[in-house]
């Protein structure tokens, strides 16, 4: 098969493999939206020649997906990419996670089987027999996103920004998340922020029962000393480190601000330091509460 055209810009192609239930077919969907070729369940063995395939018709942005039902053909999967760039494709493999109560809930909203559940090995078995089987793709991906904190429409949101034909690749999508301790902190972050030492909203009756994106929470949160002084030194500190993760050419940080159960305090103060975040220039904000969207 023919080695794709000479061009200033070479073909993309974007393997999206990962875990069952981490989001693959929401991501190709959105991959096909922002204009790229999907393909999905390729064997790998096929890869190159379906590539050079599509790019001898015209084909400049493609996706595969692969998952552990092609397992037949991973062991080959290193010696496939580093042939699809000997031929001038420039390859991303994007990997997507996520924790293992998030895919057992997953799995048992969709009713579907996981493709490694039989017989004997109940749910948790099988995610943690293909956490392990697909670890080396992971070590070999250029990005790994956990979709833990992540409802479809957040993942298709990420995945648009990112890799629309009109994305800036200079933008820095910088990702707030509130989180509860309890549950542990996000995987995915790059900066976690403890808040536990605010007063804390539960412990007021009329303010148990709310969020942390009630008004009324809100206002108890930020009337507390020491919110405007946090909020004062944390957000500067952003304001500087964020410009110099861009300049080193980073495409996304994740700032993970965590309470006791990620309800109250957490929710709010990331709301109010996205809207001190604004007026940087160079980013794209987005919000997102785990532990409430996860209710």
């Given at each position: 098969m023919s080695a794709p055209s000479d061009?200033?810009?070479?073909?993309q192609i974007i393997i999206v493999t990962g875990l069952s239930g981490g989001g693959k077919s929401v991501v190709l969907r959105a991959l096909e939206d922002a204009g790229y070729y999907c393909m999905d369940n390729i064997p790998t063995n096929l890869l190159v020649d379906a590539a050079c395939s599509l790019s001898q018709s015209g084909e400049q942005r493609m996706a595969f997906g692969i998952d552990?039902?092609?397992r037949d053909y991973l062991g080959n999967f290193e010696s496939v990419c580093s042939r699809l760039r000997e031929v001038g494709f420039m390859v991303e493999i994007l990997f997507l996670e996520a924790n293992d109560d998030a895919l057992m809930r997953r799995f048992k909203e969709t009713r579907r089987p996981h493709p490694l559940q039989q017989g004997?090995?109940?749910?948790?078995?099988?995610?943690?027999k293909e956490r392990a089987a697909m670890r080396p793709m992971k070590d070999q991906s250029d990005r790994v996103v956990d979709t833990t904190a992540f409802s479809p429409h957040q993942l298709r949101d990420l995945i648009l920004k990112t890799h629309r034909k009109d994305a800036d690749p200079t933008l820095l999508r910088v990702n707030l998340i509130s989180f509860g301790f309890k549950y542990g902190p996000p995987s995915e972050a790059d900066i976690v922020m403890d808040v536990r030492f605010?007063?804390?909203?539960?412990?007021v009756?009329?303010?148990r029962d709310l969020t942390g994106l009630d008004p009324r929470v809100a206002a108890y949160v930020f009337s507390?000393?020491?919110?405007?002084?946090?909020l004062r030194r944390f957000r500067g500190l952003l304001e500087y480190l964020i410009p110099q993760?861009?300049?080193?050419?980073?495409?996304?940080?994740?700032?993970?601000?965590?309470?006791?159960?990620?309800?109250?305090?957490?929710?709010?103060?990331?709301?109010?330091?996205?809207?001190?975040?604004?007026?940087?220039?160079?980013?794209?904000?987005?919000?997102?509460?785990?532990?409430?969207?996860?209710?």
């Amino acid at each position: 098969m023919s080695a794709p055209s000479d061009k200033a810009q070479p073909e993309q192609i974007i393997i999206v493999t990962g875990l069952s239930g981490g989001g693959k077919s929401v991501v190709l969907r959105a991959l096909e939206d922002a204009g790229y070729y999907c393909m999905d369940n390729i064997p790998t063995n096929l890869l190159v020649d379906a590539a050079c395939s599509l790019s001898q018709s015209g084909e400049q942005r493609m996706a595969f997906g692969i998952d552990i039902r092609e397992r037949d053909y991973l062991g080959n999967f290193e010696s496939v990419c580093s042939r699809l760039r000997e031929v001038g494709f420039m390859v991303e493999i994007l990997f997507l996670e996520a924790n293992d109560d998030a895919l057992m809930r997953r799995f048992k909203e969709t009713r579907r089987p996981h493709p490694l559940q039989q017989g004997e090995v109940g749910l948790r078995d099988a995610i943690r027999k293909e956490r392990a089987a697909m670890r080396p793709m992971k070590d070999q991906s250029d990005r790994v996103v956990d979709t833990t904190a992540f409802s479809p429409h957040q993942l298709r949101d990420l995945i648009l920004k990112t890799h629309r034909k009109d994305a800036d690749p200079t933008l820095l999508r910088v990702n707030l998340i509130s989180f509860g301790f309890k549950y542990g902190p996000p995987s995915e972050a790059d900066i976690v922020m403890d808040v536990r030492f605010l007063p804390n909203p539960y412990f007021v009756e009329d303010l148990r029962d709310l969020t942390g994106l009630d008004p009324r929470v809100a206002a108890y949160v930020f009337s507390q000393p020491e919110t405007s002084e946090f909020l004062r030194r944390f957000r500067g500190l952003l304001e500087y480190l964020i410009p110099q993760y861009r300049l080193e050419g980073k495409a996304i940080l994740n700032v993970a601000v965590g309470c006791t159960g990620g309800k109250h305090r957490s929710p709010a103060i990331v709301l109010d330091i996205a809207a001190g975040l604004r007026n940087i220039t160079g980013i794209v904000l987005a919000t997102y509460h785990r532990e409430l969207d996860m209710a």
